[in-house]
């Protein structure tokens, strides 16, 4: 079996849950401070689909905001969803760029990255370059999933061994501890607040848990299975029903308990 590569996304899946996926960004964004520059200059990254990135037009509608992602078919949804002029004269567009390597080439006021640096190994060793790249009295946030030791990530890692995609996931080291990440960013000479929230999301339809994870954790699997049908289809039924098991419908819907964790760094101003 091939190791992880990049998996591909796809935004109509991802969007089927786009109300509970944005909540734990506004609650990013309730604790990010007003921004230094009246124009600011705003980078996403790990935009996806745009639809959250189209919510810092709304905050800041004079703000040039730039969504950055690497898969083409996100871009494709952004750009045709939500790129053009924001109401207060600011303006809202999409690029392709690699987290991994994206460095700010002009002074950011404000540098965030929603539930996408779980994707990216090692990347809190790149937080000096962002920082470094904001204005004095910029902000820099973001909210990354805490939730890789919960049924649903562990019974993917059990049924991926067991099919032998185990090295298609990479959960161990996917995201530091919240105190980790305080260290790192006071380190930096930043103020920082980072905080953990479980959100009980509440899901609706035929086993909705396994509907959630094929639009994001699920990508790295569904990805090296595209050309084996049958293998694939072995999986899901595996999983559907360990899911069941693990997450019962309720009288009102599937509850679906899901940790993330949240980092707001502003630099000296
Ligand atoms: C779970 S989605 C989050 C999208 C959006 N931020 C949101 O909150 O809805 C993760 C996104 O990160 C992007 N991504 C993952 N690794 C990346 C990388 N190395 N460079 C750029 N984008 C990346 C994926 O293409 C995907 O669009």
Known sequence: MSAAATPTWDPAQYLRHAGHRARPFTDLLARVPDLPGERPRIADLGCGPGNVTALLAERWPTAHITGYDNSAE???????????????G??????????????????????????????????ADRFAHWVQGL?????????????????????????ARRHGLADTLRHRD?????????????GLGCSADVWETTYVHLLSGEDPVLDWVKGTG????????????????AFLDDYRDALRAAYPAGPHGTPFPFRRIFAVARKEA
């Open 90 to 123: 600011g303006r809202l567009g999409f690029a392709h760029a690699d987290v991994r390597t994206w460095t700010p080439e002009e002074p950011y006021d404000l540098i965030v990255s929603n539930a996408t640096l779980q994707w990216v190994p090692g990347h």
């Open 218 to 233: 699920l990508r790295p699997v569904l990805t090296a299975l595209a050309d084996d049908p049958e293998a694939r289809d």
């Open 174 to 186: 996917a995201v530091l501890a919240p105190r980790d990440y305080l260290t790192g960013l006071t």
């Open 74 to 88: 996100m871009l494709d949804q952004a750009h045709v969803q939500h790129e053009g002029p924001s109401a207060g």
């Open 135 to 159: 204005r004095p009295g910029g902000t820099f946030a973001f909210q990354v999933p805490g939730n890789f030791d919960a049924p649903s990530h562990r019974l993917m890692r059990d049924l």
